[in-house]
């Protein structure tokens, strides 16, 4: 029997678990250029890790839009009789786009860049009138509930 590994599916999705827009994600097909991590660090703040070496800050651009999070990387061109001769060159420093889908309660909350790593750091923020909320169980009531005061509910 097969198993079904929904770890790539998982990889650029943050904050939600809509089986549809992951899949809608997977079929788009998924360079590995260029790698990244993505961390839970608590219980409602995330890290995303990518690593630029090569890149510079100022060839690298953050955008967010429709909750959609996106990391541009674009390598600016050397100056005219400055570009290295390389004998071996393993470090792929070619322009890039990676996109991650956030869910609407996932903000992004700052960006830092350290030795070769973008890191962006990500927090839920859920509305109040998201979270989940206790609601009290009363004695038997006949007819209609009430959520008004106890003298509202008596004189109906």
């Known amino acids: 029997m097969r198993t079904v590994d929904f770890a790539p599916l998982l990889r650029s999705s943050i904050g939600f678990e809509n089986l549809n827009r992951l899949v809608d994600f997977a079929t788009r097909g998924d360079d590995a250029y260029p790698p990244y991590n993505i961390e839970k660090l608590g219980e409602n703040s995330y890290r995303i890790s990518m690593a ?35 004998i071996h060159r393993g470090i792929a420093k070619r322009a890039f786009e990676r996109r991650f889908q956030l869910a609407d309660t996932i903000k992004v909350t700052g960006a830092g860049y350290d030795n ?4 962006i750091e990500l927090a839920r923020e859920i509305p109040e009138h998201k979270k989940p909320r206790r609601i009290d169980i009363g004695g038997e009531q006949k007819g209609a509930v009430f959520e008004g005061k ?7």
């Not at 060839?59 to 290295?84: S, Y």
């Not at 106890?150 to 109906?156: C, S, T, V």
């Open 52 to 86: 630029v070496a090569g890149f510079s800050r100022d060839e690298l651009d953050l955008t967010v839009q429709d909750n959609v999070l996106i990391v541009v990387g674009r390598a600016n061109e050397p100056e005219q009789g400055a570009e290295p001769q390389y």
């Open 116 to 119: 070769g790593l973008l890191n």
């Open 150 to 156: 106890a003298e509202e509910r008596d004189a109906a």
